[in-house]
């Protein structure tokens, strides 16, 4: 069974930063497309970033210029660096992992931005 175990998040006052990391578990990380959602209370879960197999990446409006996805194929790994927070971006945050039909979810993690 494919495991994703994220990192990062907590508690950040705006403007500051934080940088989320997801490890998948296996030999064919190479091979997903990569995607990290949020959450916020009492809203539908958003994309909010994602990075294909070629490293093509595409993000959410409300984040362009903010946040950076990345991955290290050699570590099994996708981060999700984020800038400029801001109390909007308080959400729970989770990574996915995409094989045709096949996808995969991290556990959760918090981030919170407020002063």
């Known amino acids: 069974q494919v495991q994703l175990v994220q990192s990062g998040g907590g508690l950040v006052q705006p403007g500051g930063s934080l940088r989320l990391s997801c490890a998948v578990s296996g030999n064919i990380f190479s091979m997903y497309r990569m995607v990290w959602y949020r959450q916020a209370p009492g809203k539908q879960r958003e994309l909010v970033a994602a990075i294909d197999t070629d490293f093509s990446t595409n993000y959410a409006d409300s984040v362009k210029g903010r946040f950076t996805i990345s991955r290290d194929n050699a570590k099994n790994t996708v981060y999700l660096q984020m800038n400029s927070l801001k109390p909007e971006d308080t959400a729970v945050y989770y990574c996915?992992?995409?094989?045709?039909?096949?996808?995969?979810w991290g556990q959760g993690t918090q981030v919170t931005v407020s002063s």
């Open positions: 996915n992992a995409v094989w045709g039909q096949k996808d995969y």
